[in-house]
Nanobody, 128 residues
Framework: QVQLVESGGGSVQAGGSLRLSCVASGYTKSSGCMGWFRQAPGKEREAVAAINSGGVDTYYADSAKGRLTISHEDAANTVYLQMNSLKPEDTGMYYC?????????????????????WGQGTQVTVSS
C-alpha cells in the first residue's frame, strides 16, 4: 500500500522559511514524478512544484519561482519543498502527490488528476 507522509508545516511570519518533507512508502521511487500542491480555504487545489526522478526536470508555478525549491532524495524516497520569502498568500494545506512510475511533462505537470497517490497534507500559515 502506497503511503505519502508530509511534515514540516507550521506558522511563520512573512519573509520566513519552511522546509516541507514527503516520505513515500510502499513503492520505490526509482522513476516517476512527485509534486506539491496547495489548497487554501475556499479555493481549488493548485500545483506548486513537481520533480521527475533524477532531478533533471523540475516544474514550478509562477507564484513559486525564485522562492520555492523542490528537490528529492531518491535513496530515502523523500521529496522536499524549501520555501523561502514566504508570503501570506502561500497559506494553505500542502499536499504531496506521486504519479507512481510515470513522469511529468511541461504540458501536464500541474494537473491533480494525473497524480495517483496523495498524502494527508501539512498546514502552512504565513502571517503578515
Amino acid at each position: 500500500q502506497v503511503q505519502l507522509v508530509e511534515s514540516g508545516g507550521g506558522s511563520v511570519q512573512a519573509g520566513g522559511s519552511l522546509r516541507l518533507s514527503c516520505v513515500a512508502s510502499g513503492y520505490t521511487k526509482s522513476s516517476g514524478c512527485m509534486g506539491w500542491f496547495r489548497q487554501a480555504p475556499g479555493k481549488e487545489r493548485e500545483a506548486v512544484a513537481a520533480i521527475n526522478s533524477g532531478g533533471v526536470d523540475t516544474y514550478y508555478a509562477d507564484s513559486a519561482k525564485g522562492r520555492l525549491t523542490i528537490s528529492h532524495e531518491d535513496a530515502a524516497n523523500t521529496v522536499y519543498l524549501q520555501m523561502n520569502s514566504l508570503k501570506p498568500e502561500d497559506t494553505g494545506m500542502y499536499y504531496c502527490a506521486a504519479r507512481g512510475p510515470y513522469y511529468c511533462f511541461s504540458r501536464d505537470w500541474s494537473s491533480p488528476d494525473r497524480f495517483s497517490y496523495w498524502g494527508q497534507g501539512t498546514q502552512v500559515t504565513v502571517s503578515s
